[in-house]
T-cell receptor, first 116, second 113 residues
Framework: DTGVSQDPRHKITKRGQNVTFRCDPISEHNRLYWYRQTLGQGPEFLTYFQNEAQLEKSRLLSDRFSAERPKGSFSTLEIQRTEQGDSAMYLC??????????????FGEGSRLTVL | AQSVTQLGSHVSVSEGALVLLRCNYS??????LFWYVQYPNQGLQLLLK??????LVKGINGFEAEFKKSETSFHLTKPSAHMSDAAEYFC???????????FGDGTTLTVKP
């Protein structure tokens, strides 16, 4: 059973460039979450999907951020016109919702973004 | 809205000593409560969770936590620390069908030989 995988694990980019992260959840999981974690803080919720539907977006997710899960399997998180404040670890998690949510999240190892 | 406060960003204990990591939450509805552990260069993994039922919850690696509604607390304990317990620990609060969980800022546990 493979876990949640994220790619790339590290990305260094220059301010103003666009970056895209990919997340492959555990195959039977229908919910997929994106979180952001900066140094010294816990994960902050960005958005989540159930199948291909994006059910909630945080106000942290500015217009420069867009997430998709087109076929209800993998997801991408794109950041346009990156800023130095976007430097963080971007975490993906998944779980299975069957009418009742146990809330447990299965996390990937994260994609670390550094904006120069 | 829900929130989590973890008291003490760094906790240091000697090997064999009691581990106590504190977590207080705020929630307007019955909460789901979680402790996650993150080892260096690894993803967060679940230690234990409380949803309903017994308020004393046992998790992996000898950890346990007690849900105290009157104190809005969910402190994590382990009777005897091991060197391998050194990691960062996150408390989180969610609720049924909320989807997301809200995390505290984490507590780094150091275990001294």
């Amino acid at each position: 059973d493979t876990g949640v995988s994220q790619d790339p694990r590290h990305k260094i980019t220059k301010r103003g460039q666009n970056v895209t992260f990919r997340c492959d959840p555990i195959s039977e999981h229908n919910r997929l979450y994106w979180y952001r974690q900066t140094l010294g803080q816990g994960p902050e919720f960005l958005t989540y999907f159930q199948n291909e539907a994006q059910l909630e977006k945080s106000r942290l997710l500015s217009d420069r951020f867009s997430a998709e899960r087109p076929k209800g399997s993998f997801s991408t998180l794109e950041i346009q016109r990156t800023e130095q404040g976007d430097s963080a670890m971007y975490l993906c998690a998944s779980n299975q919702f069957r009418g009742r949510d146990t809330g447990e999240l299965f996390f990937g190892e994260g994609s670390r973004l550094t904006v120069l | 809205a829900q929130s989590v406060t973890q008291l003490g960003s760094h906790v240091s204990v000697s090997e064999g000593a009691l581990v106590l990591l504190r977590c207080n939450y705020s929630s307007s509805v019955p909460p789901y409560l979680f402790w996650y552990v993150q080892y260096p260069n690894q993803g967060l993994q679940l230690l234990l969770k409380y949803t309903t039922g017994a308020t004393l919850v046992k998790g992996i690696n000898g950890f346990e936590a007690e849900f105290k509604k009157s104190e809005t607390s969910f402190h994590l304990t382990k009777p005897s620390a091991h060197m391998s317990d050194a990691a960062e620990y996150f408390c989180a609060v969610g609720r049924n069908n909320a989807g997301k969980s809200t995390f505290g800022d984490g507590t780094t546990l150091t275990v001294k030989p």
